[in-house]
């Protein structure tokens, strides 16, 4: 079945850095989403990509829609405490009427002031 | 924030007790959608439902039921509680299969 594939799963960073995690399929998507989670409460939305090659920015975050189709890139520039978290990619199924999403494990972020 | 109520928000139950969690929504959206969130694991769906009394199993749906008699609530159903349930269950929805969805707060359940 479809996987992603995230990485690194884990990193410990010195705020002020910046900061680049990928999402990696074995078969194609067309859409990739971006969820942070931040400590104790649900996953929300930080960016959502539509079309391959597509490059969108929130705030101090990019992310990039491969041109594969089959991965994804979020970095975050000159990282601050508040960005500790887990950053979740996730993209639809191409099953049926009812798709669902699939998830990455996640890649959980510290900062370190 | 998406209006997205979960309820209980925390609950300790003991083993082969019965624990229905709520989810309502204010955002008329038709898909909602339970997740659990287990260290290791991530988020694992396990059930969803795309419109009233329309329901279907996730991917860990074992030991769980649900109900939608209404398009604002979902309710998860755990007829016989056990340690293994023991986890965070967030609820979500969705105006589109496939899509963009929203995350409610959390209920973090404890068996014990």
């Known amino acids: 079945g479809q996987q992603l594939n995230q990485s690194p799963q884990s990193m410990f960073i010195q705020e002020g850095e910046d900061v680049s995690m990928n999402c990696t399929s074995s078969s194609i998507f067309n859409t990739w989403l971006w969820y942070k989670q931040d400590p104790g409460e649900g996953p929300v939305l930080l960016i959502a990509l539509y079309k391959a090659g597509e490059l969108t920015s929130n705030g101090r975050l990019t992310a990039q829609f491969g041109i594969t189709r089959k991965d994804s890139f979020l970095n975050i520039s000159a990282s601050i405490p508040s960005d500790v978290g887990i950053y979740f990619c996730a993209g639809p199924t191409n099953a049926g009427n009812n798709r669902k999403l699939i998830w990455g494990l996640g890649t959980s972020l510290a900062v370190n002031p | 924030d998406a209006g997205i109520t979960q309820s209980p928000r925390h609950k300790v139950t003991e083993t082969g007790t019965p624990v229905t969690l709520r989810c309502h929504q204010t955002e008329n959206h038709r898909y909602m959608y339970w997740y659990r969130q287990d260290p290791g694991h991530g988020l694992r769906l396990i059930h969803y439902?795309?419109?009233?009394?329309?329901?279907d199993k996730g991917e860990v749906s074992d030991g769980y039921s649900v109900s939608r008699s209404k398009t604002e609530d979902f309710l998860l159903t755990l007829e016989s509680a056990t340690s293994s349930q023991t986890s965070v269950y967030f609820c979500a929805i969705s105006r589109t299969a496939g899509n963009t969805i929203y995350f409610g707060e959390g209920s973090w359940l404890t068996v014990v």
């Open positions: 439902s795309y419109g009233v009394k329309d329901t």
